[in-house]
Nanobody, 115 residues
Framework: QVQLVESGGGLVQAGGSLRLSCAASRSIFSIAVMGWYRQAPGKERELVATITRSGSTSLADSVKGRFTISRDNAKNTLFLQMNSLKPEDTAVYYC?????????WGQGTQVIVSS
C-alpha cells in the first residue's frame, strides 16, 4: 500500500496559478502510471492528468495547455502545475495510481477559483 498526501491547494482568482504536490509514503518509481484526479461538488471524480514511469504525460481536454503534470521519483512526489485557472477548475484534487486498482485515497487538497 501507499499513503498519499496532497497539498498546495487554496483560493485563487481566475487566471491565477497553483502548484499541487502529492507526497507518497514509499517509492512511486515502480508505479506504471500516476494521475491527478478532481472532484467538484455534486460531480463524480474525474481523471485530469497522468504521467507514466518514463515521463510521458496525458491531459484531459479541459485542462490541456493550462496544467502540467510531473513527478520526482527520487522524492516520491507528484506535482500538478495549474495555470490560467478557471472557476470550473474548483474541486478537491487527489493523486493516485491511474494503472490498476487505486490505493487508499488521501484527503485531497481543495482548490477554489473565484471569478
Amino acid at each position: 500500500q501507499v499513503q498519499l498526501v496532497e497539498s498546495g491547494g487554496g483560493l485563487v482568482q481566475a487566471g491565477g496559478s497553483l502548484r499541487l504536490s502529492c507526497a507518497a509514503s514509499r517509492s512511486i518509481f515502480s508505479i506504471a502510471v500516476m494521475g491527478w484526479y478532481r472532484q467538484a461538488p455534486g460531480k463524480e471524480r474525474e481523471l485530469v492528468a497522468t504521467i507514466t514511469r518514463s515521463g510521458s504525460t496525458s491531459l484531459a481536454d479541459s485542462v490541456k495547455g493550462r496544467f502540467t503534470i510531473s513527478r520526482d521519483n527520487a522524492k516520491n512526489t507528484l506535482f500538478l502545475q495549474m495555470n490560467s485557472l478557471k472557476p470550473e477548475d474548483t474541486a478537491v484534487y487527489y493523486c493516485n495510481t491511474a494503472s490498476g486498482l487505486p490505493f487508499a485515497w488521501g484527503q485531497g487538497t481543495q482548490v477554489i477559483v473565484s471569478s
